[in-house]
């Protein structure tokens, strides 16, 4: 009898009435049906008739419940029944059962393969993609090299570690919002002199600064005179763009030499009467970093959208950022873990929607994830699946979406961090390069695409040897390590 083409299988649903089924497919022998009910296979409680004909049936004792899965299913055993003897009978009705077996075999291994996770017809080992049809992947194990599959568990796990890192992280900025909270109130009730802070209606500071002080970036701080005077050994430190005025003088002392006075780029004030600039109706004085005090911020008042990995995502950067570039942030659409080729779908017209300055900071994940490297010419391969051609896909929809937009690309900084895959910056990663490698081909593909590039990897003052005090983990910014890579990337934003 002939094989037709069709189905191995059939599935029905119980109505609590129904016992007979009919089998739409050859079946040679009864034993080659494998019968389920709800998911579980069932040897008795049914019988087949019809075996060895094009359709047959199955009868059950007790009708299947209502709503309950039928599956009819073929399984021929994979092997061989019959042994031909030399010059022994060779029977058209033996040979035609054996090939139909053959048949209805194959037919089996088709229906399995077909149900598998397969690449597409067109696509290139590499460079494809495997279809799931839409169902979930089961029994998959923990991912042990850069590019292997991460089940939910893991997932889970890692989201759950990173959660604990920012309660923590949270909870120390908490705890120094209080304390400083604290102080702020003693100054106001006047437990304590107000030296260097903010002040109440009425309020009073010593006459002599036994500490060091820093005056933040973009401030005008503010004493009160006559007479002011700098214990021995102590500096004053005045912020980028500051000023610092001293009030109502008509005197300015020092019990050590001008030279205890310094900026904030630590040029030391070797004649600081020169450094007094007098306000002729108040007769005060005001001491500056003169150099930098003129110093335009370009980006003041722009509106910046923010794309890249968990740097981004958790933010401890970006109001030290925001305070030196004077901008506001409108949309954040970071995503931890996020390599480049994630950085395009972070783009889209809703993310880009007011935004005046577009900020791509990205890069360390390709490192750890081995990304291969590729080269320029791949921006405009069909199909490329490297670093430069992932970098181009978002700059290229940065550019499309938010033409008008200033575009940065920040560079990922130093990590003393050792990847899943055993290696540490600077060492090549599993496909051979380095991090500065990554840093280089994102300079490279800013500079033809007309970004400005942010070299955070050399200027961000973050490196392996302060990964343990400004860091929580070697690769995320902590709080005091926000302040000062986001400080840099502010001053670089500006000079963009």
């Not at 037919?107 to 399995?112: D, F």
């Not at 759950?160 to 705890?175: L, N, W, Y």
């Not at 290229?396 to 050792?418: C, E, G, H, I, N």
Request: charged share 15%; net charge negative; hydrophobic share 40%.
């Amino acid at each position: 009898m002939a094989v037709p083409a069709g189905p191995t299988e059939k599935r029905y649903t119980g109505n609590g009435v129904t016992t007979i089924f009919t089998i739409p497919f050859l079946l040679l022998s009864a034993s080659d049906l494998n019968v389920f009910l709800d998911g579980v296979e069932i040897s008795s409680g049914f019988t087949v008739t019809g075996a060895g004909n094009p359709t047959s049936t199955v009868t059950f004792t007790v009708a299947p419940a209502d709503q309950s899965a039928i599956l009819l299913q073929l399984d021929v055993p994979f092997e061989r029944l019959n042994d031909y003897q030399e010059n022994g009978d060779f029977l058209s009705s033996t040979v035609n059962r054996d090939f139909d077996r053959i048949w209805q075999a194959l037919k089996q291994l088709l229906r399995v393969s077909g149900r598998a996770l397969t690449l597409g017809f067109f696509d290139v080992d590499g460079a494809g993609a495997y279809r799931a049809k839409q169902n979930r992947i089961s029994d998959l194990g923990d991912p042990v090299s850069a590019q292997d599959a991460t089940n939910k568990r893991y997932v889970d796990t890692a989201d759950t570690s990173v959660r604990a890192e920012i309660v923590v992280a949270v909870s120390a900025e908490a705890s120094a919002r209080a304390s400083a909270d604290a102080n702020l109130q003693a100054q106001l009730t006047g437990n304590v002199p107000l030296e260097a802070s903010a002040f109440s209606p009425i309020s009073w500071h010593v006459q002599t600064l036994l500490n060091s002080v820093v005056i933040p970036d973009y401030v005008n701080a503010w004493s009160y005179g006559p007479t002011l005077t700098i214990a021995p050994g102590q500096t004053i430190t005045i912020g980028f763009g500051s000023a610092w005025t001293i009030a109502a003088g008509g005197e300015f002392v020092s019990s050590s030499t001008f030279n205890t006075y310094k900026t904030a780029t630590n040029n030391r004030l070797t004649n600081l009467e020169t450094n007094y600039l007098p306000i002729a109706t108040f007769n005060d004085y005001v001491v500056s970093a003169q150099a930098q005090i003129n110093t335009v911020r370009p980006l003041n008042g722009l509106s910046v959208s923010l794309f890249g990995d968990s740097i981004t995502a958790y933010g401890l950067w970006i109001d030290a950022m925001l305070a030196v570039t004077g901008m506001n942030v409108v949309h954040n659409a970071a995503i931890a873990g996020a390599p480049w080729s994630m950085v395009m779908d972070q783009i889209t017209s809703a993310t880009v929607s007011g935004a005046q300055v577009i900020n791509i900071w990205c890069g360390i994940n390709d490192y750890f994830y081995s990304v291969p490297l590729g080269t320029i010419a791949d921006a405009n391969v069909s199909g490329a699946n490297t670093f430069y051609k992932h970098v181009w896909q978002a700059l290229d929809r940065a550019l499309t979406l938010a033409p008008q937009a200033k575009l940065f690309v920040m560079s990922p900084m130093k990590s003393s961090y050792t990847t899943v895959g055993g290696f540490t910056y600077p060492a090549p990663n599993l496909v051979g390069v380095t991090l500065d490698q990554y840093r280089k081909a994102m300079e490279i593909m800013a500079d033809r695409m007309g970004a400005s590039f942010i070299d955070m990897f050399a200027k961000s003052h973050m490196t392996t040897y302060n990964n343990s005090i400004y860091t929580s983990d070697t690769i995320h910014p902590n709080s005091a390590g926000g302040a000062v890579c986001g400080k840099s990337a502010g001053i670089l934003l500006n000079a963009g």
